[in-house]
Nanobody, 127 residues
Framework: QVHLVESGGGLVQAGGSLRLSCAASGLTFSNNNMAWFRQAPGKERELVAAISWFGTSTTYADSVKGRFTGSKDNAKNTAYLQMNSLKPEDTAVYYC????????????????????WGQGTQVTVSS
């Protein structure tokens, strides 16, 4: 059974940084693309960052480009989202997701592309 467990969320002031982690088990991590989505109250779940099997390809939401960096460590079965220069509009529940299918920068933006999901971690950015 696949488990994805996010950690690292919390409350931070605007301009601050957080690093989210997603520990994976029950799957061959190196054969899975990983992604971070977020969902704010009253809004749809949106892609924040996606990372291909070996980290050679990444896709970001326009709103986080230059501020957030997604990565994965296949030796540790863990994906990361480094978030810098945080803004109040980054406040949301952040979810990690995994999928085996070949990486496509267009398909990764759809939540339906992803097979497995974590339970989410809350990130709150105060102004």
């Amino acid at each position: 059974q696949v488990h994805l467990v996010e950690s690292g969320g919390g409350l931070v002031q605007a301009g601050g940084s957080l690093r989210l982690s997603c520990a994976a088990s029950g799957l061959t991590f190196s054969n899975n693309n990983m992604a971070w989505f977020r969902q704010a109250p009253g809004k749809e779940r949106e892609l924040v960052a996606a990372i291909s099997w070996f980290g050679t390809s990444t896709t970001y939401a326009d709103s986080v480009k230059g501020r957030f960096t997604g990565s994965k460590d296949n030796a540790k079965n863990t994906a990361y989202l480094q978030m810098n220069s945080l803004k109040p509009e980054d406040t949301a529940v952040y979810y990690c997701a995994a999928a085996r299918q070949p990486y496509s920068s267009s398909r990764v933006r759809a939540a339906s592309t992803w097979d497995h999901w974590g339970q989410g971690t809350q990130v709150t950015v105060s102004s």
